[in-house]
């Protein structure tokens, strides 16, 4: 199977840098709609869809490889190998950062910078740590998650989109969600928000730029203020918006922070 069917590769744009754009649970690269357009007039823009995602060939969906998110990690360097050409910027969302993060640990020389949005090495409090929820908080989602797919969808969409004032945005993820194949969607989701990965991010020297939201009940601002502390070479950024998805709550500020960050790098 080739890489391109396996992860729905499309390219935009041919500049001489490349940019990653990489989503998070549950969707799919139609997330970067607002913002790709305007990078493919300057870089070579790649979008992909993680596999079990979106049209990602769901018969690769291998459940021992994707048992952690390494088996992503993976497939991000068999993207970046094939399609990139010159500096490359990976962008993620949410979980797609840790993906992101997990690949340059393993090759840094394939990357020039990461910028994650909406990031956290994990979800669930523990101790000082602040991930967002309880442990129990995390068991009655994936409960839900298990029990009743559609449901779990109707009520998490609203809590992940955020942004009350444009409702149009959590009707498109609730329909996103809806679409996945479940059985895949609650394999993927149990290994997302289950996933601690704090132990890694030392170990990432990829220049990072970090941009968090300021309400975020996903990824609140004490996870942002983590990773800054704790990944080398990070700046943090903080966008007004409430929910976790800014590049579409919010994607004129979102388009800038990355270019900006993208330009500095490249200087």
């Given at each position: 199977?080739?890489?391109?069917?396996?992860?729905?590769?499309?390219?935009?744009?041919?500049?001489?840098?490349?940019?990653?754009?990489?989503h998070g649970y549950g969707c799919d690269q139609h997330m970067w709609r607002f913002i790709y357009p305007a990078l493919a007039r300057r870089y070579k823009v790649v979008l992909l869809d993680l596999v079990g995602c979106?049209?990602?060939?769901?018969g690769a969906y291998d459940r021992d490889k994707y048992?952690?998110?390494?088996?992503?990690?993976?497939d991000m360097l068999d993207v970046i190998s094939l399609y990139a050409t010159g500096p490359v910027f990976f962008v993620g969302h949410s979980v797609g950062a840790t993906i992101g993060m997990l690949a340059s640990i393993v090759a840094p020389e394939k990357f020039?910078?990461?910028?994650?949005?909406?990031?956290?090495?994990?979800?669930?409090?523990?101790?000082?740590?602040?991930?967002?929820?309880?442990?129990?908080?995390i068991d009655g989602?994936?409960?839900?998650?298990?029990?009743?797919?559609?449901?779990?969808?109707?009520?998490?969409a609203p809590v992940i989109m955020g942004a009350p004032a444009q409702p149009h945005l959590s009707a498109e993820l609730k329909a996103r969600f809806e679409r996945n194949d479940r059985d895949i969607a609650r394999h993927f989701g149990r290994v997302t928000f289950t996933s601690d990965h704090r132990a890694d991010v030392p170990k990432c020297t990829v220049p990072s730029l970090i941009l968090q939201c300021s309400d975020d009940l996903i990824a609140p601002r004490e996870v942002g203020d983590y990773l800054?502390?704790?990944?080398?070479?990070?700046?943090?950024?903080?966008?007004t918006?409430?929910?976790?998805?800014p590049h579409?709550?919010?994607?004129?500020?979102?388009?800038?922070?990355?270019?900006?960050?993208?330009?500095?790098?490249?200087?």
């Open positions: 199977m080739s890489i391109q069917h396996r992860n729905n590769v499309l390219c935009h744009g041919d500049g001489a840098a490349t940019v990653m754009l990489v979106g049209e990602s060939h769901l048992a952690t998110l390494h088996g992503h990690a993976e020039a910078a990461h910028i994650m949005i909406g990031p956290s090495p994990c979800y669930i409090n523990d101790g000082d740590y602040v991930g967002g929820f309880n442990p129990e908080d989602v994936l409960q839900l998650l298990d029990a009743d797919y559609l449901e779990w969808a109707r009520r998490m800054h502390r704790h990944l080398p070479a990070s700046k943090l950024a903080a966008i918006n409430t929910g976790h998805c579409l709550s919010e994607p004129d500020v979102s388009y800038r922070l990355i270019s900006s960050y993208m330009e500095e790098i490249l200087a």
